[in-house]
């Protein structure tokens, strides 16, 4: 199966989950991503691989129109479903891939990721598109869990998420990001960090993941050594902490 279709697949299944999650229906970036919205007096924003709407509502909450792009027709039925529920009428669904977008150039203001970068399957040709509908003025956010610079944390890190999730890629490292932001001609991002607790029980039944699966990655924790224990600060029972940034840049000069 390709990887587009995993995808759609894996989230399209677990939708409704996503739409109760509390690490995804919540949390102080969220308010941000609002405060943002209304300080840009922003007019069209775009949340690319909207999952079940969390940044599309809290951008249409704050006055935006939102275009919110997912691969999986189940997850777009959720966010249209709910932004009726919450009366948001400022929020419109399209289903697609965020290395394709079917939208003209220069069309946004803010263009925001929170959560799905790590499931793409071409970052750069994806920040290539965003690059092309951004406006010259506009901002870009993203938001996700990012890999420490550690490699042995980081191979930890990677290895129980796919585990987790058949259609994960890659939690990219800041300096990575910066470095496919550079290419893809947005400016050095402003950035800042803070960790997430994922319960470990709710991490791998959101994801539905399977029994066997579910016991390599508790094999890979009781394995892990003590330096990568301390830096995801590993509890008895899997829970850990995971590493999130907040990356914002806009369309560099040339």
């Known amino acids: 199966m390709q990887q587009h279709a995993l995808t759609a697949k894996q989230f399209g299944t677990t939708a409704a989950a996503y739409l109760s999650s509390a690490v995804h229906a919540q949390g102080e970036d969220l308010r941000r991503l609002g405060a943002l919205a209304r300080q840009l007096q922003c007019g069209s924003a775009l949340d690319l691989g909207c999952g079940a709407g969390h940044a599309s509502f809290a951008l249409a909450a704050a006055g935006a129109q939102v275009t919110a792009v997912d691969l999986a027709s189940e997850m777009l039925e959720i966010v249209a479903r709910e932004a009726a529920t919450r009366q948001l009428t400022g929020v419109r669904t399209q289903q697609g891939s965020v290395d394709a977008l079917p939208f003209a150039a220069a069309c946004f203001d803010l263009v925001v990721t929170r959560f799905s970068a790590h499931h793409w399957l071409d970052v750069p040709a994806a920040l290539r598109e965003v690059r092309r509908v951004i406006k010259p003025s506009g901002t870009l956010v993203i ?46 991002p402003q950035s800042d960090s803070w960790s997430l607790t994922m319960e470990f029980a709710s991490w791998v039944a959101r994801m539905r993941t399977p029994t066997l699966r579910v016991q390599a990655i508790r094999d890979v924790f009781a394995q892990a050594p003590q330096e990568a224990r301390a830096a995801f600060r590993l509890q008895a029972d899997g829970s850990f902490d995971l590493p999130v940034a907040w990356m914002q840049t806009q369309p560099s000069v040339a």
């Not at 890190?157 to 290419?183: C, K, M, N, P």
């Open 143 to 188: 938001i996700d869990v990012v890999a420490l610079e550690s490699p042995l944390c980081d191979t930890l890190l990677q290895t129980v998420e796919i585990l987790r999730d058949a259609s994960h890629v890659r939690d990219y490292r800041r300096s990575e990001w910066r470095e496919l932001l550079r290419q893809a001609g947005f400016a050095v």
